[in-house]
Each structure stands twice: as structure tokens, then as C-alpha cells.
């Protein structure tokens, strides 16, 4: 089985498991997931927030935007363009239907470039340790982070964070992964505690 072939059926696997988990333990979760985010130094120090509209039953980031926006900081979401490519446009509140059903800004919005110091929060349908992500298949964040100079780091609920994913030579790992049940950081970059942090003492 190629690689490709090996991760379409984790996909299909992965996508089986989120329909039949439960919300109300779904959502407690993402509770968890948010304030390890805001505590985060590297969320608190970054003046501009790169992240995404969550979808039911992506990781809920509603309240993390919000908070981003209350706190001042420059709110930037994906906005997809023809022939696969992404970009981030600036989020005032404002959201439109755009590709896949995904909320997105607007099209008058500012399109923003991450640069070092801005924090990207990227979704995925898993993590593993190395922090190697499976998305849905369509490579745009791949693409996007292969260029991104700004420290990326993966939402995911702990039933979702693998040992090892199938990976090919232009997948892009983040720099660390957060659960419910703590922040594993493969990679060491400013704003990100240089070892394991767990919250539930496991």
C-alpha cells in the first residue's frame, strides 16, 4: 500500500471515530484544549493570531478567537484560492461561506503574511508525536507551511494524538501539539515550554 493509499484509509478510520464520539465529551475537551491555548507564552506574546473557523467536530477555536480579538491581538483566518493554494485574510467579526462549507472573511478582507513571533493554530484529523499532522487531504496547509517562518501549533483531542502517522517527504510537522491532556512540543521555539506539559498527571 503507498503512502497516499495508507493515509486515504486513517482518513476514512479517523473521520468513522469524530462521527460516532460524543459531543458533550467533545466539547469538554475543547475547553481544556482553549485554556492551554491562552495560557500558552507564545499565545500571549504574539500580537497577530493565524488560526481557523472551527467546524462541528473540528476542536472548537470560537473561543479563542474571541479572546485573541478582546485581548487586541490581529485575528487572521484561511481563505482558499483556485488551483489549491490558501492565504490568511484579517477577521473583524465578519464571515462568509466559502469552500467545504468553512466560514471564512470576507473577500474585501486584508490578505496578512505570518511572519517570526505570530502564532498559527492548524487543525487536522490527527497528530502524532512528531508532530506530523493527517488533514483532510487537500494539502493546503502543507503547502502553507512549508513557508511559514511563525511557530504552528496543532489543536487535537487526546483520542486523536497517534503514536506515528504515515508520512511522505513534503508534509510539514508544528512545533508542538496540544491535547486536553497536555502540549508536546517536537520542536523547541520561543514561547513553548521545552518539555512535555500535562495537565491530568498522565
Do not use: W
Amino acid at each position: 500500500m503507498s503512502i497516499s493509499e495508507e493515509k486515504e484509509a486513517l482518513r476514512a478510520q479517523l473521520r468513522r471515530r469524530l462521527s460516532e464520539s460524543d459531543p458533550a465529551e467533545n466539547a469538554a475537551c475543547d475547553v481544556r484544549i482553549t485554556l492551554q491555548v491562552l495560557a500558552l507564552p507564545a499565545f500571549q506574546t504574539a500580537e497577530r493570531i493565524f488560526a481557523y473557523c472551527s467546524v462541528v467536530p473540528e476542536v472548537d477555536t470560537h473561543a479563542i478567537l474571541a479572546q485573541a480579538r478582546r485581548r487586541g491581538k490581529t485575528v487572521a483566518l484561511p481563505v482558499t484560492r483556485p488551483e489549491g493554494q490558501m492565504q490568511f485574510a484579517r477577521y473583524d467579526g465578519a464571515l462568509i461561506p466559502g469552500r467545504f462549507g468553512i466560514p471564512e472573511p470576507p473577500r474585501s478582507a486584508q490578505i496578512l503574511v505570518p511572519q517570526a513571533g505570530d502564532l498559527m493554530l492548524v487543525p487536522a484529523l490527527a497528530y502524532d508525536r512528531a508532530g506530523r499532522r493527517l488533514g483532510r487531504g487537500g494539502g493546503y496547509y502543507d503547502r502553507f507551511l512549508a513557508g511559514a517562518p511563525c511557530c504552528a501549533v496543532g489543536l487535537i483531542r487526546a483520542a486523536f494524538l497517534l503514536d506515528t502517522l504515515p508520512a511522505a517527504g513534503n508534509d510539514v510537522p508544528v512545533s508542538a501539539v496540544i491535547t486536553e491532556d497536555g502540549i508536546f512540543c517536537p520542536q523547541e521555539k520561543p514561547g513553548l515550554p521545552k518539555e512535555p506539559q500535562s495537565i491530568s498527571g498522565r
